[in-house]
């Protein structure tokens, strides 16, 4: 039940009438709607992961609990252990296992030992990644003391499976929504109001942006190699926006419905693409995944406090782990690692927070200066996004060799029936208006809001991609 | 609350005049439109007068060469849809008669397609923009799954298919940018030497008795239109061959031209004939049916 699906259309208004009209008197009958909404609505993706979305839930609620009445420091030890060894063995097993033996086999195979590895059948259980992340924060603060553990199960449950973000996020913190789910919620309209806002505009963000962008992007990435320069590169930009329309666009919708039943969740975008550097960039893409690798992993390793060389060693782990968080292939890895070749330069010469600040541009020299920054970091982003989207490094290579090497820059009509240059006109559009609003959450809200709501629906409606429908990227991470 | 449920409303009545909006400007665009596709140039079209009529899938759009018909003083079009089913193609022939055409042969290809009674998705949503203008296109419509969504919700067959009658087709049509179907009177030739897959397998197609093709014929009945019925040439490497003696069995009077040009050479892909092919066929076809100024009524089965 995706979002943007017609199924969804339905389940919702009906979990907020239930929510809002009729177990509306406690926080407990709230919390309950909700819950069994959540479940339910993971088990319209496949009800045998439900097990296993229970299962994790009831493990971190239990050692949470048992953590902080551990009377010693080994077994307070126990169970924190306990809590991360299961939690990354379910990741291990369920995402990485093929990975791993597959790489071990090839790798074996090299050294002249024919071996063919033991791969298993199994299907990617949907959000494991993004509920395995909630559950472990929450036991990682309990072992550091910064929270006590929850008592309430079922408001412990709502914490890791609120529907809005169980299958791709944000990757909440207990310290952020636990507050919230211990609280009877009252109903605010303006806050409703800015949900259905910015809802709507994570829906122009995926049906319109990044589902019409994928028809290009696809065109162009899968048939590289018959390909111009300039489709080539037109294949980066639109993939950019593709991606960016899909996740910032999913995240949008899950926080906007979140605000009608009165919950606010972590910001997951703000405008990543306007950034003057690869470290702006980095704080405003996927900010829950960023933030959590910063606090669970960055700063334990000991951040950027140590020497040269343990601040490298540092960077370069977050980012490969980080690669490889979005699967297993290594061309996420190629993708991380990449990513931290660009952050080096700026973390060594200590300018990766120089630019903290919303981005204002002014008719003067120094604006020309901040434009080439957000265009070069956005070129350095497109090339990055090449490894994401390649089936292969290899892949990936040779699309890049073939964009600088072939050397016409001219219109191509492609597979998909369409000229690669057709889609510049509404990216161009859609850059504007996130320009006009990135010191606001979306733009509909604020002066002439009906007129802009208005024209998101009519391009909901008259400039979606429909009939070539496409899932949400992150779904499969 | 209230205010919220009044916001809401207010969003769906806003979303709903939207939706009625759009539909009539797209409608009015593709009630103007007649030189995109085949379909829009039958719907919005005056009276026409052919000696041949050509119908069919892709295998009729590549295998007919209509200049071939022209050099014998017969004025032909080729009316083959690639991906269409006897499900448009019948429709499109009642569009034809309802514009008073003068026909006086058809040639329809009337082999694979025979096998199901489906609409082509891709091809007959292009019919969809004129479901209000049209009652023929409505009963024609009429027993879809889908028909209610399709005909009472304002929008909805733009927005199902959109990549057919979406925004892009709306706006090309609106600017009268001209596509290649109408070039060649129809006829779209396929490069010589270009190769695609050289093998089929049709095991799984069987032929029915399919309604559409029977409406076709009597649709040429009531209008005293020669109907001829071909199966086209298809590559030699097909497993399943035998169905085309299954669909002769139903159908006796439908030709059998499966086999009469042979070698790869001929072939674009296996279930398509090249133009050097797609000539040689149209030449045996002229000479079997065309050779005297009165069509023959060709032994069947041949």
Redesign the interface.
Known sequence: MFFNSFSFAIFLPIVFLLY?FVFNKTKSTQNAVLIIASYYFYSCWDWRFLFLLVFSTFLDYYTGIMIEKAKTELGRKFWFWLSISVNLGFLGIFKYYNFFADSFSQLLNGFGLQTSPLLLNVILPVGISFYTFHGLSYVIDIYLKRIKAEFNFVDYSLFVSYFPLLVAGPIERATHLLPQVKVKRS?D?QK??EG?FQFVWGLVKKVVIADTCATYANAIFDNYESMNSLSLMLGAVYFAFQIYGDFSGYSDMALGMSKLFGIDLLRNFNYPYFSRDIAEFWRRWHISLSSWFRDYLYIPLGGSSGGTAMKVRNTFIIFLVSGFWHGANWTFIAWGFINALYFLPLLLLKKNRSNMETVVLYWDFASVRVFLNILSTFALTCLAWIFFRAKTIEEAFNYIKRMFSDGRFVSQYMENERYNY?LLVMVAVFVVVEWNSRTHIEPISGKYS?LK??LC??AI????????YKEFIYFQF | MKQFLIFTVKTLVLLFLLLVVLDFMYTTVYLQASNRGKIDYVYNSKPRIYDVVILGSSRANNHFVTQLFQEKGLKTFNYGMSGGHLFETSLLLKLMVERNYTIKNIIIETDLNLSNEHRAEGIASKFLPYIHDSNLVKEHFSGEKDFWQLYYIPFYRYIGFDAQIGFREMFFNFIHKKTAHLQNSGYAALEVGKKGNMKNDIRALKPIHNKYYEEIKQICANNNINLIAVMTPICSNTKGLDYFEKANKIYPEIHNYENVVQGDHYFSSCGHMNDAGARLFTATIIKDFFSLTKPLQRKSGQ
């Not at chain 1, 409606?461 to 070539?468: M, P």
């Open positions: 809002w109903f309209f409703a109001k259905i057709e009906w709501l208005g629906l009519a409606v008259a400039l979606g991609t429909y009939s070539d």
